[in-house]
T-cell receptor
Framework: EDQVTQSPEALRLQEGESSSLNCSYT??????LFWYRQDPGKGPEFLFT???AGEEKEKERLKATLTKKESFLHITAPKPEDSATYLC?????????????FGEGTQLTVNP | DAGVIQSPRHEVTEMGQEVTLRCKPI?????LFWYRQTMMRGLELLIY????????DSGMPEDRFSAKMPNASFSTLKIQPSEPRDSAVYFC??????????????FGSGTQLSVL
């Protein structure tokens, strides 16, 4: 059974204090690993897709990396507006029609 | 594009009542997914459709749950009869899949369901 585990469950940072969120996975036939951001009362919003070990993607203060067993979302010099729940998800299978399995998320709070 | 549109945003009902949630996917998307989100279990896939045909409903918790997609621009998720444990946020999402990757999901804003 595909499993996705995120840690920590919650993280509090001071503005400017860099840190990393972890997503470890156990799947067969990984097609892609996705990071989403979810704000309260809203649906998840796409951030990144990573496809192979060693790949990195960046967007503003966020950088996602991927190994064969886990992914990290690095947050550099965060701001209060980065506060949200960050979800990772894995996509498995070799053909179209694959679905995403989500982790339970890391709730990030950045204090000014 | 207006994105994925769900209605209602909030639904409060009594145990035993029928509940119908609605979703309009993004035009041109051929896949539609229904997810449920709770504090205890996170985001769980309930069912998904490809070109209006249900592909995998293994996540539907019980026979009380049913989903339909009568056309490419509309889907419903029905719970009959509803129970308090069905209380959750229900999300609809859609995408277009070519098998070439980057098949990111676009989510609606969700329906907050409370069953009393």
């Amino acid at each position: 059974e595909d499993q996705v585990t995120q840690s920590p469950e919650a993280l509090r940072l001071q503005e400017g204090e860099s840190s990393s969120l972890n997503c470890s996975y156990t799947v067969s036939g990984l097609r892609g690993l996705f990071w989403y951001r979810q704000d309260p009362g809203k649906g998840p919003e796409f951030l990144f897709t990573l496809y192979s070990a060693g790949e990195e993607k960046e967007k503003e203060r966020l950088k996602a990396t991927l190994t064969k067993k886990e992914s990290f979302l690095h947050i550099t010099a965060p701001k209060p507006e980065d506060s949200a729940t960050y979800l990772c998800a894995v996509q498995v299978g070799k053909t179209s029609g694959s679905r995403l399995t989500f982790g339970e998320g890391t709730q990030l709070t950045v204090n000014p | 594009d207006a994105g994925v549109i769900q209605s209602p945003r909030h639904e409060v009902t009594e145990m035993g009542q029928e509940v119908t949630l609605r979703c309009k996917p993004i035009s041109g998307h051929d896949y539609l997914f229904w997810y449920r989100q709770t504090m205890m279990r996170g985001l769980e896939l309930l069912i998904y459709f490809n070109n209006n045909v249900p592909i995998d409903d293994s996540g539907m918790p019980e026979d009380r749950f049913s989903a339909k997609m009568p056309n490419a621009s509309f889907s419903t998720l029905k719970i009959q009869p509803s129970e308090p444990r069905d209380s959750a946020v229900y999300f609809c999402a859609s995408n277009h899949q070519t098998g070439g990757g980057n098949e990111k999901l676009f989510f609606g804003s969700g329906t907050q369901l409370s069953v009393l």
